[in-house]
């Protein structure tokens, strides 16, 4: 089993920058690709971003590609979202996820999720 904590939410103006943390344990966290998703009032959660193990490969989704970077350091068991030039429509609640593998193949069925950060970007 795996917790996952996130940080580094908070209330920021449009054009500003945070930068999400997600500390994992419990689990090998070297051999399992991570990601984000965020959830907004009224709406589906949806995929943000994916990191393969070993941080050599990642995939954002096309809403957010010029602006949020997903990395990793797998010294501290951590996946970071950095998100640039944040936009109003970017208020959600933030989750990070752990995948069952080392991969991000179905990048929408990740094993576990965290409790969330909310994120909200005032005008």
């Known amino acids: 089993q795996v917790q996952l904590v996130e940080s580094g939410g908070g209330l920021v103006q449009a054009g500003e920058s945070l930068r999400l943390s997600c500390a994992a344990s419990g689990r090998t966290f070297v051999s399992y690709a991570m990601g984000w998703f965020r959830q907004a009032p009224g709406k589906e959660r949806e995929f943000v971003a994916a990191?393969?193990?070993?941080?050599?490969?990642?995939r954002t989704a096309d809403s957010v590609k010029s602006r949020f970077t997903i990395s990793r350091d797998n010294a501290k068991n951590t996946v970071y979202l950095q998100m640039n030039s944040l936009k109003p429509e970017d208020t959600a609640v933030y989750y990070c996820?752990?995948?069952?593998?080392?991969?991000?193949?179905?990048?929408?069925?990740?094993?576990?999720w965290g409790q969330g950060t909310q994120v909200t970007v005032s005008s």
């Open positions: 996820a752990v995948y069952p593998g080392p991969g991000y193949q179905n990048q929408n069925r990740p094993s576990s």
């Open positions: 990191i393969n193990y070993n941080g050599r490969s990642t």
